[in-house]
């Protein structure tokens, strides 16, 4: 017989990056009295990883818990970013209600739009909180609005459209239910909560069932499921049956070798976990998202949405340069090919595939973002590799025709330049679907464009906006190819000779275009030092140095002035790469390097290419 578990509830944060729902968790932390009265917290505390802190982006969804009264709330942080997409649909089959945060004055933005959609099509409750209230050009009333509309263009049910709207300042500890009072504390958000997101239900008779909803990985002990008993109950030392409703030949036994449940950011051992409860299961080394956990005498798996595919993929190989295996810890193809395939263990939206050679494996991933970040992690743990241009991933219809990923991008731009912006996204086959006057000097375009014609264009978006433009991006399936587009009109600086920088070559060099390389740097024959001001590759002799005469002394070098170096982020460097260059990767440096590094053999490949097309 089904059942409510009045004392918990269960609720995910979704909303687009930046807008503030990691803050929000660290407040309902501190007011629920997780922490000590004089406990030293972290800022941010759910974002653990390095890279996280940094970028102040959320990867991994995270759970945490908090007693409010008597009442357990479990609460999801999800990932806000579009490549990550893949976390936050899955996230959601763990619980009863969402509660949106929207910034006061950005409003509802792409990626708000997306996980919303999830949330309703999954019949979630929804509390909306404005957060960032205190702005100084917070605009909440309008956002309320767009907020109501963009629920009733997703056919939000009468229900859902009559959600309760908080307003709260996550930075400040405070929310209100009137958008003109400010509140004093977090409660009405809690109680919100309590009032509206639906108590978790179940069958405390029936059979177990667990659906495996996201996994954790550690070290000590390997694979950790996560997701929420649907029926019966989870004991310790339990035997269940592993099954899943899109591998119907997955049938395992396996026993619960270690429970826990979420209490604040810890993990807490228990040996009995019921209905509506978030556990964590270690021990099942062959677990994996999607899994249901069942009584052997009713294996029935529970559904869930497959898993989004992968649009972009790129190049991982074995670093084969003049300088290779000088900086990095490990630099073998077998070191790789383990670390890309662990890195399956976590992350689900990931594909790495065998290539015809040892050296190489093709990595696929949802985003630049995605894979950049994966390309940040291992070149920190001490990996050097290579890796190429990122290349979309193209399909084929039932006719044969050839399909390619499509973008929605929103862009927040001066009106000074969104002329250029127009014009920059037309040349990379992007289509304006609107244009709208923001209250503050900005326009928003929204554009429909292939995922490729977005390689890149993060660069040249920045340096043509002065920096001052915003771009966000959400996938929106496939269409029929679109034809070539033109990636970069600029040619390499190519190193002529291996040796070190000096001053004398790089003043020669910099005439030509934007030097990446400063004096004194380590180059080879075939590295790229720089970009070319014109169309075509050109080779430079960035080690060269004057004849001495008897009039002339060594020192006269000093006057010469160099302009300052351009030197590439990872995504710049990423975004920077055509199609017949690497980028290396060390633990120290990056370097971007011709494929064929002999100028001879070089340009008979390019005669090759040019009489085959």
Do not use: W
């Not at 014609?453 to 920045?462: E, P, T, Y």
């Not at 496939?478 to 003043?507: C, D, H, M, N, V």
């Amino acid at each position: 017989m089904k059942m409510t578990r009045e004392d918990i509830r269960n609720v995910a944060i979704i909303a687009h990056v930046d807008h503030g729902k990691t803050t929000l968790v660290d407040e309902l932390l501190k007011q629920s009295g997780v922490f000590r009265e004089n406990q030293e917290v972290a800022e941010r505390v759910m974002d653990s990883n390095d890279i996280e802190r940094e970028r102040g982006i959320t990867i991994l969804s995270k759970n945490t818990a908090v007693m409010y009264g008597n009442t357990k709330i479990n609460i999801i942080d999800t990932p806000g970013h579009a490549d990550f997409g893949g976390e936050v649909e899955r996230v959601l089959k763990m619980v009863n209600g969402v509660i949106l945060v929207v910034d006061a004055f950005e409003g509802a933005m792409p990626q708000t739009k997306f996980v919303l959609k999830k949330a309703l099509e999954l019949d979630l409750s929804v509390i909306v909180c404005i957060n960032k209230i205190d702005r100084p050009e917070a605009r909440p009333a309008e956002v309320v609005d767009e907020v109501l509309e963009l629920l009733m263009d997703l056919d939000a049910s009468d229900e859902q459209l009559d959600c309760p709207f908080i307003y709260a300042s996550a930075k400040t500890g405070v929310a209100s239910t009137d958008m003109n009072q400010e509140g004093t504390d977090m409660k009405p958000l809690f109680e919100a909560i309590l009032n509206h997101i639906p108590a978790p239900e179940g069958d405390p008779e029936a059979p177990t069932q667990v659906l495996i909803s996201t996994i954790d990985y550690n070290e000590y002990v390997g694979r950790i499921g996560v997701g929420k008993v649907d029926n019966g109950s989870l004991k310790l030392n339990q035997e269940v049956l592993l099954v899943n409703h899109h591998d119907p030949d997955k049938h395992q036994k396996v026993k619960i070798g270690k429970l826990y449940e979420f209490d604040g950011l810890n993990k807490v051992e228990v040996s009995e976990a019921g209905i509506g409860a978030i556990v964590a299961i270690s021990g099942i080394a062959d677990i994996h998202i999607g899994d249901t956990l069942c009584s052997p005498e009713a294996p029935d798996p529970i559904p869930f949405q497959k898993i989004s595919e992968p649009t972009i993929s790129m190049q991982f190989m074995v670093n084969d340069s003049p300088l290779a295996g000088k900086e990095g810890k490990f630099v073998t193809s077998r070191h790789l090919r383990d670390r890309l395939f662990r890195e399956l263990n976590t992350d689900v939206s990931l594909r790495v595939e065998e290539t015809d050679t040892t050296e190489a494996y093709k990595v696929s991933g949802r985003g630049e973002l995605h894979l950049s970040v994966l390309i940040e992690n291992m070149r920190r743990e001490g990996y050097e590799f290579a890796v190429s241009k990122a290349e979309v991933i193209y399909k084929e219809d039932e006719r044969g025709k050839k399909l390619e990923p499509m973008e929605v991008a929103v862009i927040d731009v001066p009106d000074e330049f969104s002329g250029t912006v127009i014009n920059m996204l037309t040349q990379r086959k992007g289509e304006l679907q609107g244009m709208v006057p923001m209250s503050d000097g900005n326009v928003r375009l929204e554009f429909r464009i292939p995922s490729r014609g977005l390689i890149g264009f993060r660069n040249d978006f920045l340096t043509s906006t002065k920096g001052t433009g915003v771009i966000n991006t959400v996938f929106d399936g496939y269409s029929p190819y679109k034809g070539e587009i033109q990636y970069r009109t600029q040619g390499s600086l190519i190193a002529y000779e291996s040796g070190t920088s000096i001053t004398y070559g790089l003043f020669n060099a910099q005439e030509r275009g934007i030097l990446f390389i400063g004096p004194g740097e380590t180059v080879y024959g075939g590295m790229v030092v720089g970009e070319n001001a014109k169309t075509d590759d050109i080779e430079v002799n960035v080690c060269k140095t004057k004849h001495l005469t008897n009039t002339r002394s060594s020192g006269s070098d000093d006057a010469l002035k160099l302009v300052p170096p351009r030197i590439l982020s990872l995504e710049q460097a990423l975004e920077f790469i055509d199609t017949d260059e690497l980028l290396e990767i060390t633990p120290k440096n990056l370097r971007i390097r011709k494929k064929i590094l002999d100028p001879t053999l070089r340009m008979r490949a390019k005669r090759n290419a040019q009489s085959h097309s």
